[in-house]
């Protein structure tokens, strides 16, 4: 993930011409595991800008002898920023086609839905546990805020410890749900991830998390974002095994199991999608 996140901001840092910020993931699949002694490839290709955003696709393809294979996909948005790390105007401009309009207001009505979500996960989880660190400044930027790369390590490492913890074994990660970013996290902040498992199949889980800012002095509280990450429980083998059936325990979890369950769907459906359509 931190390599996709990567390959796209070195693609937003030469569109901007200067400071940029991770605004949303639409969606980051991991289609196929990367192994020692694998080359992998990874390109990232503009599809839409705006005024200060531009929509990035990121494909990452594995080469195993003289055969290449589509291994992940992700389509992100960034934003330039100022010094101020305020939205700034793009001089390139990239046309949008209808497809990438309706995405981006997609985008907005998600950002408007979750930032007036205040519930946090350890207050109704059935299984919840909540990750917490310093945020200094090896893992940000110039511009005093936590780099997105930085986040998603972070976020993959909390939702994984949540995933091995409940399926009580190793699981890998198959992919992250949207992410919008309601406020940038700061050097010097502390960085809250609250992980609750709220979807198990035969063998697969999803554990969503809510992301916060604390600042350290005030101890206010920033909501960040919230997403949701797929995992797949493995034995020793790698081969999947099957896992215990999350009960919900209350009312606002039971809404929470079943939103997950449609929104499950969509994601099955847009990686066939993708599949059936990218190539390396």
Same mark, same amino acid.
């Given at each position: 993930?931190?390599?996709?996140?990567?390959?796209?901001?070195?693609?937003?840092?030469?569109?901007?011409? +200067?400071?940029?910020?991770?605004?949303? @993931?639409?969606?980051?699949?991991?289609?196929?595991? !990367?192994?020692?002694?694998?080359?992998?490839?990874?390109? !990232?290709?503009?599809? !839409?800008?705006?005024?200060s955003s531009?929509?990035?696709?990121?494909? +990452?393809?594995?080469?195993? #002898?003289?055969?290449?294979?589509?291994?992940?996909?992700?389509?992100?948005?960034?934003?330039?920023? =100022?010094?101020?790390?305020?939205? /700034?105007?793009?001089?390139?401009?990239?046309?949008?086609?209808?497809?990438?309009?309706?995405?981006?207001?997609?985008?907005?009505?998600?950002?408007? /839905?979750?930032? @007036?979500?205040?519930?946090?996960?350890?207050?109704?989880?059935?299984?919840?546990?909540s990750y917490? /660190?310093?945020?200094?400044?090896?893992?940000?930027?110039?511009? #005093?805020i936590l780099?997105?790369?930085?986040?998603?390590?972070?976020?993959?490492?909390?939702?994984?410890?949540?995933?091995?913890?409940?399926?009580?074994?190793?699981?890998?990660?198959?992919?992250?749900?949207?992410?919008?970013?309601?406020?940038?996290?700061?050097? #010097? =902040?502390?960085?809250?991830?609250?992980?609750?498992?709220?979807?198990?199949?035969?063998?697969?889980?999803?554990? +969503?998390?809510?992301?916060?800012?604390?600042?350290?002095?005030?101890?206010?509280?920033?909501?960040?974002?919230?997403?949701?990450?797929?995992? @797949?429980?493995?034995?020793?083998?790698?081969?999947? /095994?099957?896992?215990?059936?999350?009960?919900?325990?209350?009312?606002?979890?039971?809404?929470?199991?079943?939103?997950?369950?449609?929104?499950?769907?969509?994601?099955?459906?847009?990686?066939?999608?993708?599949?059936?359509?990218?190539?390396?």
């Amino acid at each position: 993930m931190s390599w996709m996140i990567d390959s796209a901001g070195i693609l937003m840092s030469s569109i901007s011409q +200067g400071n940029y910020l991770l605004a949303s @993931v639409d969606y980051i699949y991991l289609f196929k595991p !990367a192994r020692l002694g694998d080359i992998l490839r990874i390109v !990232a290709l503009p599809k !839409a800008s705006w005024k200060s955003s531009v929509e990035i696709e990121v494909k +990452g393809c594995i080469k195993r #002898g003289e055969k290449e294979e589509l291994a992940s996909a992700a389509l992100m948005t960034y934003v330039a920023v =100022d010094e101020n790390n305020k939205p /700034r105007k793009l001089e390139i401009k990239i046309p949008a086609d209808t497809e990438a309009n309706i995405r981006k207001e997609k985008r907005m009505e998600r950002k408007k /839905r979750i930032s @007036v979500d205040y519930d946090e996960p350890l207050k109704y989880a059935s299984f919840v546990k909540s990750y917490i /660190r310093t945020i200094y400044p090896e893992h940000g930027f110039g511009n #005093g805020i936590l780099y997105a790369g930085k986040m998603y390590t972070m976020l993959d490492e909390a939702l994984a410890i949540v995933a091995k913890l409940y399926s009580k074994g190793n699981t890998f990660t198959a992919s992250a749900g949207s992410a919008d970013f309601i406020t940038p996290v700061r050097i #010097g =902040d502390i960085l809250e991830i609250q992980g609750a498992v709220q979807y198990t199949g035969n063998t697969s889980l999803d554990v +969503g998390a809510k992301v916060y800012a604390i600042n350290h002095f005030t101890s206010e509280k920033r909501l960040v974002t919230s997403t949701t990450f797929s995992f @797949v429980a493995i034995d020793e083998n790698g081969k999947p /095994r099957n896992i215990p059936k999350l009960i919900p325990a209350n009312d606002k979890e039971k809404v929470i199991v079943d939103n997950d369950l449609k929104e499950r769907e969509e994601r099955i459906k847009l990686s066939k999608k993708i599949q059936e359509e990218l190539t390396c």
